[in-house]
């Protein structure tokens, strides 16, 4: 009785209400996944995990209009973040309206790449595109202002009515095609705009910001641009890699191996969120900045762990539980596949800080080692097995790098402060 009345007797702090609005949109965004790993089958998941790889690669690249936000939404004020924040919305949904309709117009070409049923479901998916990127600019002004209860609001709203209206069809009316689940995204996103301060968006003329400014975004739109893409790459090449060089079937049991196995990353993306505004606000006041980045690292690197001992302990009653006995034969490779994502989720981490800071050798480096996991698989796709184990040896490699380019960093900065 005592603890409980000291666990209310404590306030939760705006991050931590986040955190675990973070966890419940994971956790929704899994069961989303799950029941249609279960619904649809190895076969018909594949075309799902499809889509759902299109909406991360789409999430990546709205992410550099994001992470722009949220620094500058630190760094500017007033008038300077009214003019500044204007002309991103502007930005941001000339490119979403352009790479929507690349993907309306080449829909029959993605069909035919990544072998799925339908062309439809890239048509419906490419209408929601600019959207997207008007949400991620949204959420990336909440971030910077660390308005953490309205940034909440509109991941739980985009999570929820994908959750509800794509599985309310599936089920209730007894559709299962493709189609139905590129709904369900396109609507999510409307969802997920919510709630939006219209007065900020304006295709009116826009006060143009001072050269240094000017300049100072776009170094930084131009670094995190190019992290986004690495990221895609690594996070998202297996799947389609697999998707191109396997049996539809095989490749449904890749995406369920995928997904549980990505749960270490979906989490440290939680940490990443709380991390860029902390840091760019301890560097706006000449603080040290590295506090910031070793708890982070380890709670990412105590929850890695724990996730692995599981995953290597009782593969099978996970893939059982999770999505059903047609997917046990990834059992064997859970566990490995969860070592290659803690690996990346940890380097992430690095990455993301020197982002915070405008370092870009980290960028560089994630960048060399993305493609470097991308020729692997493409030379060494004999089995599964043999893609996770590319994909594993890629990681390390990159998780080694950055651990010796942040203690480089660190003894060059202690001996500059020396002299």
């Not at 620094?71 to 352009?98: H, M, N, P, R, W």
């Not at 929820?160 to 209206?165: N, Q």
């Not at 304006?202 to 739109?221: E, P, V």
């Not at 990834?330 to 994502?341: F, R, V």
Request: glycine share 6%; with cysteine.
């Amino acid at each position: 009785m005592q603890v409980l009345a000291t666990l209310k007797s404590r306030k939760l702090t705006p991050e931590q209400l986040f955190m675990l609005s973070v966890l419940a949109v994971n956790g929704g965004n899994y069961l989303y996944n799950l029941i249609l790993g279960r619904v649809l089958g190895p076969a018909q998941f594949a075309d799902a995990a499809v889509l759902i790889t299109f909406l991360l690669v789409l999430s990546f690249i709205a992410m550099t209009f994001q992470l722009v936000t949220a620094k500058f939404s630190v760094l500017f004020e007033d008038g300077l973040f009214k003019s500044f924040i204007a002309k991103v919305y502007k930005q941001a949904f000339f490119t979403g309206l352009l790479l929507g309709l690349l993907i309306i117009v080449f829909a029959s070409q993605l069909q035919s790449l990544f072998n799925t049923s339908s062309s439809s479901m890239f048509v419906i998916f490419g209408f929601g595109v600019p959207l997207y990127f008007l949400m991620s600019v949204n959420r990336g002004a909440y971030q910077g202002k660390k308005a953490y209860k309205s940034l909440s609001i509109t991941y739980q709203a985009e999570m929820l009515s994908r959750l509800l209206i794509t599985l309310g069809i599936i089920l209730l009316c007894n559709i299962k095609s493709s189609w139905v689940i590129a709904i369900g995204i396109l609507l999510s996103f409307g969802f997920g705009l919510f709630p939006f301060k219209a007065k900020q968006f304006s295709f009116k003329k826009i006060a143009s910001l001072d050269n240094t400014y000017s300049k100072q975004i776009k170094r930084f739109y131009l670094l995190t641009a190019f992290y986004e893409l690495t990221q895609i790459i690594i996070n998202n090449s297996d799947i389609l890699l697999v998707k191109h060089y396997f049996e539809t079937y095989e490749a449904g049991l890749y995406a369920s191996l995928a997904l549980i196995g990505r749960i270490v990353y979906f989490i440290a993306w939680m940490f990443v969120m709380l991390l860029l505004p902390a840091v760019v606000a301890l560097q706006k006041e000449g603080k040290d900045t590295a506090s910031v980045l070793f708890k982070y690292i380890g709670y990412i690197a105590v929850i890695s762990a724990i996730i692995i001992l599981v995953c290597l302990g009782c593969p099978e009653l996970i893939i059982k539980l999770l999505f059903g006995e047609a997917y046990i034969a990834m059992a064997p490779l859970l566990w490995k596949y969860a070592i290659a994502t803690s690996m990346f989720a940890i380097s992430n981490i690095f990455a993301y800080y020197y982002l915070s800071l405008d370092k870009y050798v980290p960028v560089i480096i994630s960048g060399i080692f993305g493609m470097l996991q991308v020729a692997l698989v493409i030379f060494y796709h004999d089995s599964l097995a043999q893609v996770v184990h590319m994909q594993i040896i890629a990681m390390a490699l990159l998780l080694v790098i950055q651990l010796v380019f942040f203690r480089y960093k660190i003894l060059r900065d202690k001996k500059l402060s020396l002299n």
